[in-house]
T-cell receptor, first 111, second 114 residues
Framework: RKEVEQDPGPFNVPEGATVAFNCTYS??????FFWYRQDCRKEPKLLMS???SGNEDGRFTAQLNRASQYISLLIRDSKLSDSATYLC????????????FGAGTRLFVKA | ETGVTQSPTHLIKTRGQQVTLRCSSQ?????VSWYQQALGQGPQFIFQ???????GRGNFPPRFSGLQFPNYSSELNVNALELDDSALYLC?????????????FGPGTRLTVL
């Protein structure tokens, strides 16, 4: 089983749609959680950190469920510029620090 | 732009050779992490350096080694290159040890092993 698993995608949605990405992690000792965005042939960039209380940044909402070891990202009112790969990221420190990225979910937003 | 720079941008090597990749961290950052990203995959954690000491390591063999310098720049060395080492190598800098801080990525070095 992969340490961080994401929806394989790709997701093809029209502009204005709401899209949800799911991610699960296997290590209950995981400490911090993020969503990164990676555009084609570019480096990853932080989209948002994820907290148990949930957090929202404009059209983006992230949620963490520690009991289920599940992370989600919701994008409302999708824009063409949201087309990218979304990476679920988990940090843990069990006898040494480690950052684990999921394989990413590709999103295509169509006009 | 993040302020994290990497060199070279592209590199072609042959199997069995050795390679050194370099990374300059963003001003004020004291932690550097290195990742390998194969096409269509997420970045795979190689290791992290904090204040010149290795702070964590992923599932990579010992032929992947690194250094962090007093100015917090870093090198990734790969010995005895294999074809499967062909990938994009990313470095990311951050501040502190906690792991809860944002990592800022450089543009990467594309390594091709023939």
């Amino acid at each position: 089983r992969k340490e961080v698993e994401q929806d394989p995608g790709p997701f093809n949605v029209p502009e204005g749609a709401t899209v949800a990405f799911n991610c699960t992690y296997s290590n209950s000792a995981s400490q911090s959680f993020f969503w990164y965005r990676q555009d084609c042939r570019k480096e990853p960039k932080l989209l948002m950190s994820v907290y148990s209380s949930g957090n929202e940044d404009g059209r983006f909402t992230a949620q963490l469920n520690r009991a289920s070891q599940y992370i989600s990202l919701l994008i409302r009112d999708s824009k063409l510029s949201d087309s990218a790969t979304y990476l679920c990221v988990v940090n843990l420190n069990t006898g040494g620090f480690k950052t684990i990225f999921g394989a990413g979910t590709r999103l295509f937003v169509k006009a | 732009e993040t302020g994290v720079t990497q060199s070279p941008t592209h590199l072609i090597k042959t199997r069995g050779q050795q390679v050194t990749l370099r990374c300059s961290s963003q001003s004020g950052h004291n932690t550097v992490s290195w990742y390998q990203q194969a096409l269509g995959q997420g970045p795979q954690f190689i290791f992290q350096y904090y204040r010149e000491e290795e702070n964590g390591r992923g599932n990579f063999p010992p032929r992947f080694s690194g250094l962090q310098f007093p100015n917090y720049s870093s090198e990734l060395n790969v010995n005895a290159l294999e074809l499967d080492d062909s990938a994009l190598y990313l470095c990311a800098s951050s501040w502190g040890l906690a792991g809860g801080n944002e990592q800022f990525f450089g543009p990467g070095t594309r390594l091709t092993v023939l």
